[in-house]
């Protein structure tokens, strides 16, 4: 099992470019999430899809959109990068059985310059 | 919505002693709360979780109490190696939307 795979795993983006970060996850889980960890600071949760066609907001979701048309992928789109982007980006999954770990990708180092 | 506060920011200790990692949270339907452990350029893992049916849970060195009536809950940490050196962040979760919130981390530094 690959388990939650996250590409690219790093990228330099320049002011007002756009670009999706892919997710992918082959554990039929139900539940995605995209977090954005700034440096030395926690995870804040940006959207996440509670399955396919299902998605909401969380924390802090503005300059990002997402899509959830299947179960198996949650990309996160990012329409007019900006510096305060620049960030590592993971996306995590969970069973929608209750209470069952989230697994992690690797991360996407972003740098918006 | 769930709002998670997690302390000590830092925390310093001596290898061998004891370390404690205090969170509280605010949803009383929160039900899940994991710990998740980071080392330095690496994703997020999972250490230990305890759910609300449940006071205490222990896995060798590690152990996680609640308490559900002041909303709260701990990592234990007993015995520290400098392999316990990371950030460690709590979570909270309910059922209703499976979002899963995150306190802001403690940075663990265990010193031989």
């Known amino acids: 099992n690959a388990g939650v795979t996250q590409t690219p795993k790093f990228r330099i983006l320049k002011i007002g470019q756009s670009m999706t970060l892919q997710c992918a996850q082959d554990?039929?889980?139900?539940?995605m999430y995209w977090y954005r960890q700034d440096p030395g600071m926690g995870l804040k949760l940006i959207y996440y899809s509670v399955g396919a066609g299902i998605t909401d907001k969380g924390e802090v979701p503005n300059g990002y959109n997402v899509s959830r048309s299947t179960t198996e992928d949650f990309p996160l789109r990012l329409e007019l990068a900006a510096p305060s982007q620049t960030s590592v980006y993971f996306c995590a999954s969970s069973s929608i059985d209750r209470n069952t770990e989230a697994f992690f990708g690797q991360g996407t180092r972003l740098t918006v310059v | 919505g769930e709002n998670v506060e997690q302390h000590p920011s830092t925390l310093s200790v001596q290898e061998g002693d004891s370390a404690v990692i205090k969170c509280t949270y605010s949803d009383s339907a929160s039900n899940y709360f994991p710990w998740y452990k980071q080392e330095l350029g690496k994703r997020p893992q999972l250490i230990i979780d305890?759910?609300?049916?449940?006071g205490e849970k222990k896995d060798q060195r590690i152990a996680v109490t609640l308490n559900k009536t002041a909303k709260h809950f701990s990592l234990h940490i007993t015995e520290t190696q400098p392999e316990d050196s990371a950030v460690y962040f709590c979570a909270a979760k309910t059922d209703s939307w499976g979002k899963l919130q995150f306190g802001a981390g403690t940075q663990v530094v265990v010193t031989p």
């Open positions: 554990m039929n889980h139900n539940y």
């Open positions: 305890i759910r609300s049916n449940v």
